[in-house]
Nanobody, 124 residues
Framework: QVQLVESGGGLVQAGGSLRLSCAAS????????MGWFRQAPGKEREFVCA????????TYTDSVKGRFTISRDNAKNTVYLQMNILKPEDTAVYFC?????????????????WGQGTQVTVSS
């Protein structure tokens, strides 16, 4: 099994940047596709982005394209989410997740392991 721990959340002004990190345990990190999800108060959990095992392939939800970048460092068992030009509507708890599927997926039910989440708050 995989244990995931997010960090890097905080309070930032609109237009600012944050970098989230997700540290994974175990020896199988390099075999898992990784994704980021977010959940705002009163809203459904939303897919944000995902990255393939190698880090070469990525996919993003439309609302963050051009602003967010997902990457991974398999030597450090860590996945990152660089968030730029943040907007108040980006405010949410951000979760990282791991999937054993061989393709990038967007549905939360297709991910097997989840972190505790880290709060991101963007002020106007």
């Amino acid at each position: 099994q995989v244990q995931l721990v997010e960090s890097g959340g905080g309070l930032v002004q609109a237009g600012g940047s944050l970098r989230l990190s997700c540290a994974a345990s175990g020896r199988t990190f390099g075999r898992t596709n990784m994704g980021w999800f977010r959940q705002a108060p009163g809203k459904e959990r939303e897919f944000v982005c995902a990255v393939s095992r190698s880090g070469i392939s990525t996919t993003y939800t439309d609302s963050v394209k051009g602003r967010f970048t997902i990457s991974r460092d398999n030597a450090k068992n860590t996945v990152y989410l660089q968030m730029n030009i943040l907007k108040p509507e980006d405010t949410a708890v951000y979760f990282c997740a791991a999937s054993g599927l061989s393709i990038l997926v967007r549905n939360s039910h297709q991910y097997d392991y989840w972190g505790q989440g880290t709060q991101v708050t963007v002020s106007s």
